[in-house]
């Protein structure tokens, strides 16, 4: 996505502060209408050097030339900073944060479609307290099979960014490798679901917030 396709949107987006009643439109409380500096092409080669591949397109020229985070759908989006452990990305500036993301943890595939129906599996292999002769024997299995299905439940998060908060511990994210690469998946596991496709990529789902959040202003 070239400089010109964001022409225009971090002005736009700054505006917004400004509007009567713009503290109403959900998520303001979050970002407040502030986006963060845009980063450098050093600094996004840097980040590109420790997630293993290149960012998604419309969200690397985004960085560059919108804004590093900050106000976005729901609460923000989060910003990637360098740390002592290397970059990932954090909730700078936002009140309410998504959860951090490690740039090497987001650059692993991404297998969260892929491990829907393995979960399921090790659902339905829950042990029962009645399939057991003594309740430590039940405590060994149980404390096995969960440990288990953490692992998997975690391993969903695996080659995306955790890019903005919903609230109630829902997030939206921004998948990094694979077939899905560039587009946006929602955390829907609060609800017993999983982390599923919105269908949207990052510019269309960025624009379609600034457009709601400006028709919602103006009337």
């Keep these: 996505m070239s400089e010109n396709a964001w022409a225009g ?13 713009a503290e109403r439109i959900f998520g303001a409380r979050g970002h407040g209408f502030r986006l963060g500096p845009v980063m ?23 960085l560059l030339h919108v804004g590093a985070g900050g106000a976005g759908p729901d609460y923000g989006l989060m910003t990637p900073a360098m740390g002592d452990g ?3 990305w954090l909730g700078a500036g936002l009140a309410f944060p998504a959860q951090p993301t490690a ?32 309740d430590e024997e039940f405590g060994r299995a149980y404390a096995a099979w969960e440990a288990g299905y953490e692992e998997l439940y975690d391993a969903q998060e695996a080659g995306a960014v955790f890019l903005s908060e919903q609230g109630c511990g829902y997030a939206s994210l921004l998948v990094m490798t694979g077939p899905h690469r560039g587009t ?6 609060p609800m017993d679901r999983g982390i599923e496709p919105t269908g949207h990529d990052f510019a269309l ?15």
């Design 9 to 21: 949107v971090r002005e736009r987006v700054l505006r917004l502060a400004g509007h009567p009643g």
């Design 40 to 62: 450098g092409e050093e600094q996004v080669r840097a980040l590109e050097a420790d997630l293993g591949t290149g960012l998604p397109t419309q969200y690397r020229s985004f």
């Design 86 to 88: 290397g970059w990932q």
């Design 103 to 134: 740039a090497g943890f987001a650059g692993r595939p991404f297998v969260a479609e892929a491990l829907r129906s393995e979960l399921a599996a090790v659902e339905a292999r829950e042990p029962r307290p009645d399939a057991f002769a003594t």
């Design 184 to 189: 946006i998946w929602e955390d829907l596991r």
């Design 205 to 219: 789902w960025y624009r379609r917030w600034l457009e709601r959040t400006e028709r919602q202003l103006e009337t």
